[in-house]
């Protein structure tokens, strides 16, 4: 008979125990490990999931940009890759069949000839913007869903003011 056997919870029942405990702590470690991991590998996959916006803007463009989304009737936004394109007109607004989704802005000037011109980068140009929908409950208890919106002014800090007086005052 070991002196091990004869002893209730004698030493190798005490190195069993603590090399399982270790065993058990290593265990949950890794295990906590790999989920930190993954989830900042699906924060990262997400963020870069998000589309670039590009907007096509009349050479010289100044006033404001207003996008409606999922509108029946109208072409949905052209994309090259994760670039969703939208063509804006002299008159600032734009309509299409397109989902808004969130996702960075850039702004390029269209010359005459076709080549597109970035806006100044030292000068903030985007001032004002905005998202708005959702849905209005009428008095006869209907609910009409609003069209999703993005809004924003094109334009130095002192245009985009000048244009916000102007506003109130047309109110």
Not at 4 to 32: M, T, W
Request: proline share 6%.
């Amino acid at each position: 008979m070991l002196i091990s056997d004869s002893v209730e919870g004698g030493p190798s029942v005490n190195i069993k125990k603590a090399r399982f405990s270790n065993l058990v702590l290593l265990l949950f470690i890794a295990i906590v490990t790999v989920c930190i991991v993954a989830v900042g590998l699906a924060l990262l996959n997400k963020s870069a999931e998000k589309p670039t916006y590009k907007f096509l803007l009349p050479k010289g463009f100044t006033g404001w940009v207003e996008v409606t989304f999922e509108q029946p009737g109208f072409p949905p936004l052209k994309k090259e890759g994760r670039t969703i394109i939208y063509e804006v007109p002299p008159s600032g607004k734009v309509m299409t069949a397109s989902k808004n989704v969130s996702g960075t802005l850039i702004l390029n000037y269209v010359e005459q000839d076709g080549r597109l011109i970035e806006l100044p980068t030292d000068v903030s140009m985007i001032h004002g913007q905005g998202t708005s929908g959702g849905s209005i409950s009428g008095p006869d208890g209907q609910t009409e869903m609003l069209p999703s919106r993005l809004t924003f002014f094109v334009g130095t800090e002192e245009q985009w003011r000048e244009a916000v007086k102007n506003n109130q005052s047309d109110e």
